[in-house]
C-alpha cells in the first residue's frame, strides 16, 4: 500500500517579550556528544548469525536479531542530501488494526511493528538523519485494557534487552522523554542502563517517548519557569519562546523541533504528541498501517518532504 500525501504545515504567530535589568536566566541545552560519524566497526559472527564484538560486556541481548551494520548507503533516486531532514518524529499508529484484519490480537500486531521501527532506525543511520523520536506509548494509553498494557511494557523491556548491543553499534544514542514514574520500576532501571550505555554514540539520536504527553510537557516548562519567578531567578520580561524550549523535554537535543512528522494508518491527528515542538514541523499522514510501513513509505514520505517550500510564515519576494 502506498501512503497517503499531505501538505499540512502548522504555522504559529512569533512572540516577543521586551527585556529588562531584571536577571535573567540561562537556558540548559545538554547536547549530546558530536564525535563525527562512526567508524565501520570489525564484528565476529556468532553460530547465530549475531553480528557481537568482543568490548561488549554486561548487555544481556537474548535472541537479538541481525542487524545491517554496513556503510552507509547511497540516498534513493530523486532524494537530495542537502534536503534531508534533521529530525523525523513517528506516531507508529495501527498495530491493532493491523493484527485484527489477520484475525489475531493485538499483541501481534505490536510485535510485527518492532520489524519496522528496526528498518527505520537503519535507514536514519544510512541516510544521515540526526534525531529519530518515535511516540512508543503516550500517558492517554494508560487507559487500555490492562492486559494490553501489561503486554506492552514486557514487550518495551523485551525489546530493549534484545536490541541494545546492535543499537549501540550502530552508533545510535538513546533518550526518553514521558513519565517515567508510571512505568514498572524493572523498565526504568533498563531505560536508564540503556541511556548511560549510549550516551556517547553520535550517529543517530533515537529519542523514545514513553508515558508521553504534549500538554503535560508544556505545563511542567510553564511551572518550572514560574518557580523561577516566584524565587526571583527571573522576571516576567525574561519569558520568551528560547526559554520555555529550554524547559521542554526535548531541550537535551541539537535539534529538539521535527523536521517531519510521520502518522500511520490514515489518522489525521496529532494525538498530544510534541504540540510545541510541531509548531513549524512538516506533516505526513500514510494511509499504511504501522507494521507495514518499510524503506518503500519512507522514502515516499522524504519524497513529499522535499517537495515543499518551507517558508516559516515568510513569503518569498
Not at 492517554?140 to 530493549?160: I, S, T
Not at 520568551?240 to 494508518?265: A, C, M, N, Q, W
Request: aromatic share 8%; hydrophobic share 35%.
Amino acid at each position: 500500500m502506498l501512503p497517503l500525501r499531505s501538505s499540512v504545515s502548522l504555522e504559529k504567530k512569533l512572540l516577543s517579550f521586551s527585556r529588562n535589568s531584571c536577571p535573567s536566566t540561562i537556558t540548559q541545552s545538554l547536547l549530546f556528544p558530536s564525535h563525527g560519524r562512526l567508524v565501520q566497526l570489525k564484528t565476529a559472527v556468532s553460530a547465530t548469525g549475531v553480528a557481537h564484538r568482543e568490548d561488549d560486556k554486561g548487555v544481556n541481548t537474548g535472541t537479538a536479531s541481525t542487524w545491517d551494520l554496513s556503510e552507509p548507503e547511497p540516498l534513493p533516486p530523486g532524494l537530495l542530501r542537502e534536503l534531508m531532514p534533521r529530525h523525523v518524529a513517528v506516531v507508529m499508529d495501527g498495530n491493532a488494526r493491523w493484527a485484527r484484519r489477520r484475525g489475531l490480537p493485538a499483541s501481534s500486531g505490536h510485535e510485527a511493528g518492532v520489524q519496522s521501527l528496526r528498518e527505520l532506525i537503519e535507514l536514519c543511520v544510512k541516510w544521515g538523519i540526526r534525531v529519530l523520536t518515535v511516540f512508543a506509548f503516550s500517558s492517554e494509553n494508560w487507559f487500555r485494557p490492562k492486559g494490553e498494557v501489561d503486554f506492552l511494557m514486557g514487550l518495551f523491556e523485551r525489546v530493549m534487552e534484545s536490541e541494545l548491543q546492535n543499537i549501540h553499534r550502530q552508533g545510535v544514542q538513546i533518550s526518553t522523554i514521558g513519565d517515567s514514574s508510571k512505568l514498572p520500576k524493572s523498565l526504568q532501571k533498563l531505560l536508564s542502563r540503556a541511556e548511560q550505555y549510549t550516551k556517547d554514540n553520535s550517529q543517530l539520536h533515537m529519542i523514545v517517548a514513553i508515558s508521553y504527553s504534549g500538554r503535560s510537557d508544556i505545563t511542567q516548562a510553564c511551572k518550572r519557569i514560574a518557580r523561577k519567578v516566584k524565587d526571583g531567578v527571573i522576571c516576567l520580561e525574561d519569558i520568551d519562546e528560547k526559554l520555555i524550549e529550554g524547559e521542554l523535554e526535548t531541550s537535551f537535543s541539537d535539534f529538539p523541533s521535527p523536521d517531519l512528522l510521520i502518522r500511520t494508518s490514515g489518522e489525521l491527528r496529532l494525538s498530544n504528541f510534541l504540540l510545541w515542538q510541531l509548531a513549524y514541523t512538516e506533516l505526513f499522514f500514510a494511509q499504511t498501517l504501522w507494521p507495514d510501513f518499510r524503506k518503500t513509505e519512507f522514502v515516499e514520505a522524504l519524497h513529499s518532504f522535499q517537495q515543499r517550500q518551507r517558508r516559516y510564515g515568510s513569503r518569498n519576494s
